[in-house]
């Protein structure tokens, strides 16, 4: 059954350090999509990044970087000099792309509340 | 502006007084979904439609309709809300691909409480 696991329910970092959030998932298709989200204390929920299965390549996008490895079933998501404005609730997500079940659905994990203090 | 929109944004009712909550996008999307996030539960899906006249069964359907009769219009019914459907609820939209959507966009939420 798929399944995504945040073990990290909350982490609190002072403003410039690096922050890592993990991401650990289960999913018996090859092809699937991995996401990360964040959710800022006003609560709506902001798209970030999408991956597909096929592609592991990590990506950089400013401040934000991703490592995906199939390897070990992860996902991680790196903050690179934390900013107050980046503390909120992220999560990933997996969407699995065979046929089969709700098609489309999002699988969320529990979430990683992050707290960046001045 | 490319957006997903959801009114109300807040919503105080009543056990058994029906109840619907708009979603509309205008991104031309062909996917549309509602979720509920609930502390400890996390998000889950409803309801899902993959196009116009198309729609199915997310995880946890019971308790809720929709109806998907324009592509940009996707309203989620409660016909009679319980206490338990107590729920901050968002709206998503996305590109359709091969077997589902691409990425979803999420709408603003709607804050629901049922007394």
């Known amino acids: 059954a798929q399944k995504v696991t945040q073990a990290q329910t909350e982490i609190s970092v002072v403003e410039k350090e690096d922050v890592t959030l993990d991401c650990v998932y289960e999913t018996r298709d090859t092809t699937y999509y991995l996401f990360w989200y964040k959710q800022p204390p006003s609560g709506e929920l902001v798209f970030l990044i999408r991956?597909?299965?096929?592609?592991?390549q990590n990506e950089i996008s400013g401040r934000y970087s991703w490592n995906f490895q199939k390897s070990t079933s992860s996902f991680n998501f790196t903050i690179t000099a934390s900013q107050v404005v980046d503390s909120a609730v992220y999560f990933c997500a997996l969407s699995e792309a065979e046929y089969g079940g709700s098609q489309g659905n999002l699988i969320f994990g529990k979430g990683t509340k992050l707290s960046v203090k001045p | 502006e490319a957006q997903v929109t959801q009114n109300p944004r807040y919503l105080i009712t009543v056990t058994g007084k029906k109840l619907t909550v708009t979603c509309s996008q205008n991104?031309?999307?062909?996917?549309m979904s509602w979720y509920r996030q609930d502390p400890g539960l996390g998000l889950r899906q409803i309801y899902y439609s993959m196009n116009v006249e198309v729609t199915d069964k997310g995880d946890v359907p019971e308790g809720y309709k929709v109806s998907r009769k324009e592509k940009r219009n996707f309203p989620l019914i409660l016909e009679s809300p319980s206490p338990n459907q107590t729920s901050l609820y968002f709206c998503?939209?996305?590109?359709?691909?091969?077997?589902?959507?691409?990425?979803?966009?999420f709408g603003p939420g709607t804050r629901l409480t049922v007394l």
């Open positions: 991104m031309n999307h062909e996917y």
């Open positions: 998503a939209s996305g590109p359709s691909i091969a077997g589902g959507p691409d990425t979803q966009y």
């Open positions: 991956r597909n299965s096929f592609d592991e």
